[in-house]
Nanobody
Framework: VQFAESGGGSVQAGGSLRLSCAVT????????IGWFRQVPGKEREEISC?????????YDDSVEGRFTMASIDDDKNKLYLQMNDLKPEDTAVYYC??????????????????WGQGTQVTVSS
């Protein structure tokens, strides 16, 4: 699986950025495509997934209502992550990845298997 990521950069709090991801060598099914982010020295934080099994979209509470994921030109192997109302705590390296997120009542199963090189997002206050 190969990823071509673009977007990212620096913005002030309250601003917007868009990340794009084109995936090749990938077959939709058990996994879909989504994003996670990571700050150096901290655990990665899964933030979104377009599930391959049923097309459902999952967003972490930290980004729900501010971030939106969608396909580009109806090509589900090309996705973008629109990030609005950005906050300084959104600063991280963002990775496009193959994913599967399933909610079981209060529990949630997350699996992110392959990912790209990442792109830096910096939000200043």
């Amino acid at each position: 699986v190969q990823f071509a990521e673009s977007g990212g950069g620096s913005v002030q709090a309250g601003g917007s950025l868009r990340l794009s991801c084109a995936v090749t060598g990938f077959t939709w099914g058990y996994h879909g495509i989504g994003w996670f982010r990571q700050v150096p020295g901290k655990e990665r934080e899964e933030i979104s997934c377009l599930n391959g099994s049923d097309g459902s979209k999952w967003y972490d509470d930290s980004v729900e209502g501010r971030f939106t994921m969608a396909s580009i030109d109806d090509d589900k192997n090309k996705l973008y992550l629109q990030m609005n109302d950005l906050k300084p705590e959104d600063t991280a390296v963002y990775y496009c990845a193959t994913c599967r997120v399933v909610q079981y009542g209060e529990a949630r199963y997350e699996e992110y298997e392959d990912w790209g090189q990442g792109t830096q997002v910096t939000v200043s206050s």
